[in-house]
């Protein structure tokens, strides 16, 4: 692998949906850095940290960022963990470019794929992440599986995904996302029609818990979630199974 960007990994093209979602992604990609820090008031940065922490990869050890988009949390691990080797993928060429051209870009490799069926042998990485993943694609648990794949045993998944607001703040909060999402979309990007999608794709995923139940289905131990920015972020960690006889 080199540090240029690969575009080789694409096996079969993404389901009807992919495509709309990728389309979507390359059409934004000018304006994502900037969009994800205004309606996270700054807050992007230091939770895609918070997701480098908490992969503990081991030194020298390698780590997966999926659908790196701008490739924030792979940066972020790239800071943290120095002697690892990070992977990142993603489906939109525009985003991957863009990311690879981010300062420190050219020691991660950078590679075109689909999360669906990731380009990797069972057992590669001490660690995958992601950021904004499931609530595009068709099958969550058929993308956590290919995570599970790629993990070694004792390996860790962490994810940065948003979950819809419950309890008092549940109608401010999800009024203000209705509102003020679209609104930046087109007053920043001249975009209403994606950050609408991003709107309801926030406001429509599944809570924490709904998520830890996949997680365990797929067999994940060691689950723990903590929610963000007024209970519409989550951040969830679980570890594989470690065989019998194995230790970490
Ligand atoms: C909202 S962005 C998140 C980017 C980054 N993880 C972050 O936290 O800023 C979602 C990214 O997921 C990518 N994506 C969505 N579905 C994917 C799939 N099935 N395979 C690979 N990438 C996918 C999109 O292309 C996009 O770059």
Not at 8 to 30: C, L, W, Y
Not at 49 to 58: G, L, Q
Not at 142 to 160: D, H, M, S, T
Not at 182 to 199: F, H
Request: with cysteine; net charge neutral.
């Amino acid at each position: 692998m080199t540090e240029e960007l690969r575009t080789d990994a694409m096996h079969d093209p993404p389901s009807s949906k992919g495509q709309e979602v990728q389309r979507t992604f390359n059409k934004i990609t000018d304006y994502y850095d900037r969009m994800n820090r205004l309606m996270t008031l700054g807050r992007h940065a230091a939770w895609c940290r918070d997701v480098a922490v908490s992969t503990k990869v081991p030194s020298g050890g390698s780590m997966l960022d999926v659908a790196t988009g701008t490739g924030v949390i792979a940066l972020a691990a790239l800071e943290k963990y120095p002697n690892s080797t990070i992977h990142a993928v993603d489906f939109s060429e525009r985003m991957l470019t863009e990311a690879a051209s981010k300062p420190g870009a050219s020691a991660i490799m950078w590679q075109h794929a689909d999360a669906n069926d990731l380009p990797f042998g069972d057992e590669s990485f001490d660690a995958v992440t992601h950021g904004y993943l499931l609530r595009n694609v068709d099958d969550v648990e058929r993308v956590l599986e290919e995570q599970y794949r790629v993990l070694k045993p004792g390996g860790r998944v962490v994810i940065l995904e948003t979950c819809p607001p419950r309890g008092l703040l549940r109608y401010p909060v999800t009024l203000g996302v209705r509102v003020l999402i679209p609104l930046l979309g087109q007053m920043v990007a001249r975009d209403r029609e994606s950050y609408a999608y991003l709107q309801k794709s926030t406001l429509g995923f599944m809570t924490p818990q709904e998520v830890v139940a996949i997680l365990r289905r797929v067999g994940f131990a060691s689950i723990a979630w903590k929610k963000k920015f007024f209970g519409t972020h989550m951040i969830i960690s679980a570890q594989k199974a470690v065989a019998f006889g194995e230790s970490r």
